[in-house]
C-alpha cells in the first residue's frame, strides 16, 4: 500500500461545483503539502501544513481551501469548481520531527480533476 | 526568493545516446538541498536524488549522474546509454534553510526512441 494515498484518482465534475479531494499518510510526518501540476508549468504549492494547529497559503491558493484533520490527513476543496482548475493535483509530505528537514517530499500518486 | 530554470522543454533521443538535462537554480541562501524528481507517463513522481549545498561532490548511481557546480548555480543530470524506459518528464526542484517548500522547474519531456 501506497504511503500518501490520494482519493480521488480521477474526478470530472462541472463549474460550479463543490469538490473535496483527501490525501492520507502513513509516515508519520508533521508535514503536508498540496501541488497542482499543469503541462508546461511544472508542480505549483496551494497550500501547505507544518503541523494540525498550522495551516499557509502556497504560491496559488485562491479558489481552494484546505482543511489538516488529524496529522495524517490532509484535505483540499474547491467550493465552487472553475475549468481553469482542471489539472493533477498532488499531496506531499516531509519530515522534520526527528531533524530530517532536507526538504524532500514524498508524494501521492496524484488526482486527475476535470472541470467541465 | 528562489528559483529553478529548466531552459530545455522537450528532448529527444535515441537509444543508447547520452543527454543531459540542465538545472540552474536562484537563491541567496547558503544553506539548500538540490532535488530530481522523474514523472514517468503513468504519472507518479519518483524521487531520484538530493544533495545539499555543502556537498559538491559529483555523484553517479548506475547510468546517472549529476554534475553539481555552485560557482553556475547548475544541477545537471546525465543518463548515459538512455534506455525507451527513460521516457519520462524530469524536474529539478530546490528547498532552502529551514523551509522545506519546494520550488521546482517547469520540467523536461525527455523521449528516448527505440
Known amino acids: 500500500d501506497a504511503d500518501v494515498t490520494q482519493t480521488p484518482r480521477n474526478r470530472i465534475t462541472k463549474t460550479g461545483k463543490r469538490i473535496m479531494l483527501e490525501c492520507s499518510q502513513t509516515k508519520g510526518h508533521d508535514r503536508m503539502y498540496w501541488y497542482r501540476q499543469d503541462p508546461g508549468l511544472g508542480l505549483r504549492l496551494i497550500y501547505y501544513s507544518f503541523d494540525v494547529k498550522d495551516i499557509n497559503k502556497g504560491e496559488i491558493s485562491d479558489g481552494y481551501s484546505v482543511s489538516r484533520q488529524a496529522q495524517a490527513k490532509f484535505s483540499l476543496s474547491l467550493e465552487s469548481a472553475i475549468p481553469n482548475q482542471t489539472a493533477l493535483y498532488f499531496c506531499?509530505?516531509?519530515?522534520?520531527?526527528?531533524?530530517?528537514?532536507?526538504?524532500?517530499?514524498?508524494f501521492g500518486e496524484g488526482s486527475r480533476l476535470t472541470v467541465l | 526568493a528562489q528559483k529553478v530554470t529548466q531552459a530545455q522543454t522537450e528532448i529527444s533521443v535515441v537509444e543508447k545516446e547520452d543527454v543531459t538535462l540542465d538545472c540552474v537554480y536562484e537563491?541567496?541562501?547558503?544553506?539548500?538541498?538540490l532535488f530530481w524528481y522523474k514523472q514517468p507517463p503513468s504519472g507518479e513522481l519518483v524521487f531520484l536524488i538530493r544533495r545539499n549545498s555543502f556537498d559538491e561532490q559529483n555523484e553517479i548511481s548506475g547510468r546517472y549522474s549529476w554534475n553539481f557546480q555552485k560557482s553556475t548555480s547548475s544541477f545537471n543530470f546525465t543518463i548515459t546509454a538512455s534506455q525507451v524506459v527513460d521516457s519520462a518528464v524530469y524536474f529539478c526542484?530546490?528547498?532552502?534553510?529551514?523551509?522545506?517548500?519546494?520550488?521546482f522547474g517547469k520540467g523536461i519531456t525527455l523521449s528516448v526512441r527505440p
Open positions: 537563491t541567496r541562501d547558503t544553506t539548500y538541498y
Open positions: 506531499a509530505t516531509s519530515d522534520t520531527l526527528a531533524g530530517k528537514n532536507t526538504g524532500e517530499l514524498f
Open positions: 526542484a530546490l528547498s532552502v534553510g529551514a523551509n522545506s517548500k519546494l520550488t
